[in-house]
């Protein structure tokens, strides 16, 4: 494939005038002008800009491909009003199934308990994930078909993640079959994504090379597994990196561990108390291992070739994560790094483990980290920390706790904002190069050797002043997308 006169956007290094891209075996073979080739006519970029493809790097695949056919719920403010949603809903499709996503009850003047569903008057399970993924409100329905005991509050971290693989009893496979994730997939290349790191928490190997092998192929994709899932990844022999169905774009992943909770549910990990609401004999919210347990699952991922990927959102979680990393010899990364201290940024530099970060949470959580953790929001999503220590950064959504758009996850880097306040905590920005850098699997300026995973646009996404303008005008910049490639090969846009 050769794309002429493409302006190339200078993540790395600068490029000024316009360039022919040849990409053969699915690499980039050349950079320059007046590049020639056999085979298919060229592609005129006519003057657009070029760059490499986009990666979310932290994805539920899975639940994101359900997310058009779930109750919204994530404008409802108390628990009576989710209820209340969920009756038009129920009222609107009585012969089907309630799951709903979104609610976020931190700022509830009441608790989500189940006898609030129970008081419906419906046989059908009404199952409604929080807004963070990190607990389930099921009416007493719900929970019998999912084989959980009877309970009055919530269904909350390892319990929940355990019952979430069993959703298929409850709702079927119409919502996550091969199409529903070609579409997702789709919608992403259309936006400029050419890779995904799943950490759907259901299906293994098996699933993903038979959903790859019925069509849902279209970006690259790197499985990951948990420990219910790692004996089976052991036992056949798959070291992170290695090609899955036969084909290098669908290939092994992390091994991910969740070693606390989160900040809405007030179970992430943290070195200081909650303010207000604190889970009952956890104030500093808790870790889902002992020491003991993480390391020996490191270890166990560290010998049989696997990268690790460690939940940690509350600073003691980050601490414990990285303590466990350079005891166990670990390679990978630490997921979210939502609060950290500055100490803990530089040793995310000096054991060289990536920090995989989501800018997209801290729009919806600003006002919640200021309640539950006063004081403490300057050491929040800390990327000028990060870039300055010289750390990794992997930029990702953590679909569908935020939309799976990468342009989201940038704009939010560049301008700590979602509305019309100023942004939160500045000190913290980075600019739009850097950010779009850490969006790119670690892809510079498009030069020789790199893979063929392109993104072709109608505007430059540096042009700007990395200020709240700019980071409106990123925010919607998918229109600008105009062509994706992935190993050469076009999936998005015309011909």
């Not at 005129?44 to 056919?69: E, K, N, Y």
């Amino acid at each position: 494939m050769l794309l002429r006169n493409a302006r190339l956007v200078g993540l790395t290094t600068s490029v000024t005038t316009p360039v022919d891209v040849l990409v053969e075996g699915g690499r980039v073979r050349a950079v320059g002008p007046g590049l020639t080739a056999g085979g298919e006519a060229p592609y005129d970029a006519d003057g657009r800009w070029l760059m490499p493809g986009l990666w979310d790097q932290h994805v539920h695949l899975g639940q994101w491909a359900l997310t058009s056919a779930r109750l919204d719920l994530a404008g409802a403010r108390s628990a009576a009003e989710a209820v209340s949603r969920v009756r038009e809903r129920l009222a609107e499709r009585p012969d089907q199934p309630v799951i709903g996503w979104g609610h976020r009850p931190t700022a509830w003047d009441d608790n989500p308990v189940v006898s609030h569903l129970d008081a419906i008057e419906t046989d059908q399970p009404v199952i409604l994930i929080a807004g963070d993924g990190h607990h389930g409100w099921l009416n007493t329905i719900a929970l019998k078909a999912l084989a959980l005991p009877t309970r009055e509050g919530v269904v909350s971290e390892g319990e929940w993640f355990q019952a979430y693989g069993r959703l298929a009893t409850v709702w079927g496979d119409d919502g996550t079959g091969p199409d529903a994730y070609r579409r997702a997939m789709e919608t992403a290349a259309a936006q400029g994504v050419v890779g995904l790191v799943d950490f759907e928490f259901s299906g293994g190997v098996d699933d993903w090379v038979h959903r790859w092998q019925a069509g849902a192929d279209v970006v690259r994709v790197r499985m990951a597994t948990y420990a219910a899932g790692l004996d089976d990844v052991l036992d056949r022999g798959l070291r992170t990196g290695d090609p899955l169905a036969g084909d290098d774009r669908l290939t092994m992943g992390p091994l991910k561990v969740i070693s606390d909770g989160s900040l809405n549910t007030r179970t992430a990990w943290c070195c200081e108390p909650y303010a207000e609401k604190a889970v009952l004999g956890f104030p500093h919210g808790q870790p889902n291992q002992t020491p003991e347990e993480l390391r020996a699952l490191l270890r166990r991922g560290v010998a049989g070739g696997l990268d690790v990927a460690v939940h940690a959102i509350g600073d003691r979680a980050v601490t414990e994560a990285l303590d466990a990393i350079a005891d166990t010899g670990a390679r990978g990364s630490v997921e979210h790094v939502q609060l950290t201290t500055q100490e803990d940024v530089r040793r995310l530099a000096d054991l060289g483990v990536r920090a995989s970060v989501q800018p997209a949470h801290l729009v919806d959580d600003r006002d919640v980290t200021d309640r539950l953790w006063p004081g403490r929001g300057e050491r929040c999503f800390a990327l000028r920390w990060m870039v300055d220590a010289g750390v990794d950064i992997a930029l990702g959504s953590d679909a569908p706790v935020s939309p799976l758009d990468p342009w989201l996850a940038v704009a939010a880097a560049v301008h700590r904002s979602g509305d019309e306040r100023e942004a939160w905590h500045p000190e913290q920005s980075i600019t739009a190069r850097e950010a779009l850098a850490a969006s790119t699997d670690g892809w510079g300026t498009i030069a020789p050797g790199h893979p063929g995973d392109l993104v072709l646009l109608d505007a430059d996404p540096l042009s700007g002043d990395s200020d709240a303008a700019h980071a409106a005008r990123l925010r919607g910049f998918a229109e600008h997308v105009v062509a994706t490639w992935v190993g050469g090969r076009q999936v998005s846009g015309p011909g």
